[in-house]
């Protein structure tokens, strides 16, 4: 990876994209910070004379590729690109509405699907390049109230998954970042959308997981500057590692799946191996 790198950062108008930007800059990166009001943008991750605000709606494939073209006319090449723009549907699977859901998914896995197929030309052509897509604990492990959210960022897990042995003969690498509990406003009103409860049986716990999760806003024990730092480190490695756990509890996360799925591969092995043609 070349020493200094121009890095293109979705959703850097607040929350961790501020801090993607900012780290980025600091080591000296040239930074394309992209939002929905470029103005905000650049009052979140302030004035610099490598920084370009460009205005991306990354569900509008449109808005995705005149965001590249403005990223190339200025510094010539992307070399990472941070999927990081996302939003954050919660419910009970039965009371999120249809089109909610949808959105969800349209938002977490096909928005980042429009900003890389925007980019992949450009890095294809240069030979090298780094997909770097922050994706969750959810998408590795499910849980109740987040089946919108997790079924979105599972399939940014598969979709990334795949893409990396279609694009590594061109010199790009893909990295999948799963964050665990940062303290960002993702718990916040602008950030987070409830399900409208309707069914009483799920109202008791519908009020508990909002209780809970109000008062986990602002006390997570994960520093974004930090995740931001280390993220800058990791892109400057000639072999970036396919999955990184963000935090403690992330590895948690991470070793209890392996163990889980262990456990499911061995529970009923027997059956499992009788299943061929005689």
């Known amino acids: 990876m070349r020493e200094k790198q121009v890095w293109l950062v979705t959703g850097a108008s607040r929350g961790m994209g501020v801090d993607f930007a900012r780290a980025a800059l600091a080591a000296g990166h040239a930074v394309v910070a992209t939002g929905r009001d470029p103005q905000k943008v650049t009052e979140a991750v302030g004035a610099h004379p490598e920084l370009l605000a460009v205005t991306l709606d990354i569900t509008d494939p449109d808005d995705a590729r005149a965001a590249v073209r403005a990223a190339v006319d200025r510094f010539g090449r992307i070399d990472v690109l941070v999927n990081n723009a996302a939003n954050f549907y919660a419910g009970f699977f039965e009371e999120i509405a ?111 997981t909002v209780t809970a999760w109000s008062a986990m806003n602002g006390q997570q024990t994960g520093d974004p500057a930090k995740l931001a730092d280390a993220l800058v480190q990791l892109a400057a490695l000639d072999e970036p590692p396919l999955r990184f756990a963000a935090g403690t509890d992330a590895v948690g996360v991470f070793e209890q799946k392996a163990q889980d799925l262990l456990a499911q591969a061995d529970a009923h092995r027997d059956l499992s191996s009788s299943l061929a043609h005689d």
């Open 98 to 208: 249809p089109d909610d859901f949808r959105a969800q998914i349209e938002t977490n896995l096909f928005g980042p699907i429009n900003v890389t197929r925007a980019v992949l030309p450009v890095m294809r052509a240069q030979r090298s390049g780094l997909v770097l897509t922050i994706s969750s604990t959810a998408g590795l492990a499910g849980g109740e109230f987040v089946s919108a959210y997790a079924a979105s960022k599972f399939g940014v897990e598969g979709w990334i998954e795949s893409l990396a042995p279609e694009v590594a003969p061109f010199g790009i690498r893909t990295m999948l970042v799963e964050p665990g509990f940062f303290r960002t406003d993702l718990l916040t009103p602008e950030s987070t959308s409830y399900a409208q409860p309707t069914i009483d049986d799920y109202a008791e716990r519908t009020r508990q």
